[in-house]
């Protein structure tokens, strides 16, 4: 990325310093950097700041159309980078809604396949009652014809 993003970053601080208007925001923000950087490091070295001397304006030109540079690259990186989670946690959505389909598909195949079952077993104990009655009838049928065999039998002997 910083390939691609460092032609354009040049461009753009040549560009920005040919115009006063720029030019004078420009040494605005290059001294502003020198007298934050030149701060930090004195006193990351333990010493007292007393005064930090200007920087002429072409350097600091220099340094602010550096800062501009560097600022360019650095939120087309940040840009990228928000760019790639975005579509990361798109890929992550997508794919937890095929899971969640899936699943929802799935449910759907048992529930189906446990109302074919509730609906066999409904069947088989409806033919099993016929059955128990059936079983019933033929045992009085046969309670009867034995008890009728029973009392001819008398009368022939």
Partial sequence: MRTLAKPVS???KNECSQYPTTQNLLI??????????SRLKIWSAGYKVRSIAPLS???ALLEGAE???????FFVAGGVAVLDYSLSKQKERERVAQ????????????QAALKS????????????????????TL???????????????????
């Fill in 28 to 37: 605005r923000v290059g001294q502003t950097t020198h007298r934050v950087t």
């Fill in 67 to 73: 800062i501009l540079g560097e600022s360019f690259i």
């Fill in 99 to 110: 899971e969640s389909r899936q699943v929802d598909m799935y449910r759907e195949q048992i």
């Fill in 10 to 12: 040049k461009k753009i």
């Fill in 57 to 59: 304006p072409d350097e």
């Fill in 117 to 136: 079952i509730d609906a066999k077993c409904s069947s088989l104990e409806h033919t099993v009652q016929q059955q128990r009655q059936s079983i019933i």
């Fill in 139 to 157: 045992e009085e049928k046969i309670s009867t014809q034995e008890k009728e065999k029973f009392s001819f039998s008398k009368f022939f002997k």
